[in-house]
Nanobody, 120 residues
Framework: QVQLVESGGGLVQAGGSLSLSCAAS????????MGWYRQAPGNSRELVAI???????NYADSVKGRFTISIDNTKNTVYLQMNSLKAEDTAVYYC??????????????WGQGTQVTVSS
C-alpha cells in the first residue's frame, strides 16, 4: 500500500513564501512522476507543477517564475517552493504521484490535501 503524506501550507501574506513537501511511502518499486495540483473553492482541480524522470518539469503559466518543484529521489519526496504568493494562489494543494507498486502495475496516488491561504 502506497501513501502520500503532505506537510507545509498555512496562512501567509501576499508577497510571502511557503514550502510544501510530500513524501511517498509503502510498497514502491518505482516512481514515474510526482507533482502538485490545486483546487480553489468553486473551481476544478488544476495542475500547478510536475516533475518527471530526467529532471523534466512543467509549470502552470500562472506560477512560472514564482514556484519551483524539486524531488529528492532518495527520500521519495517532492517539494514545492512558492514565492511571491498572490491571493489567487489560495487553494487546497494536492500532491500527486504515478507510482509503480510492483514491476507489473502502475497507479495514481493523491495526498490528503493541504490548505494554502494568501491574504491580500
Amino acid at each position: 500500500q502506497v501513501q502520500l503524506v503532505e506537510s507545509g501550507g498555512g496562512l501567509v501574506q501576499a508577497g510571502g513564501s511557503l514550502s510544501l513537501s510530500c513524501a511517498a511511502s509503502g510498497s514502491i518499486f518505482g516512481i514515474h512522476r510526482m507533482g502538485w495540483y490545486r483546487q480553489a473553492p468553486g473551481n476544478s482541480r488544476e495542475l500547478v507543477a510536475i516533475s518527471e524522470p530526467g529532471g523534466v518539469t512543467n509549470y502552470a503559466d500562472s506560477v512560472k517564475g514564482r514556484f519551483t518543484i524539486s524531488i529528492d529521489n532518495t527520500k521519495n519526496t517532492v517539494y514545492l517552493q512558492m514565492n511571491s504568493l498572490k491571493a489567487e494562489d489560495t487553494a487546497v494543494y494536492y500532491c500527486h504521484a504515478i507510482i509503480l507498486p510492483s514491476w507489473t502495475s502502475t497507479n495514481d496516488y493523491w495526498g490528503q490535501g493541504t490548505q494554502v491561504t494568501v491574504s491580500s
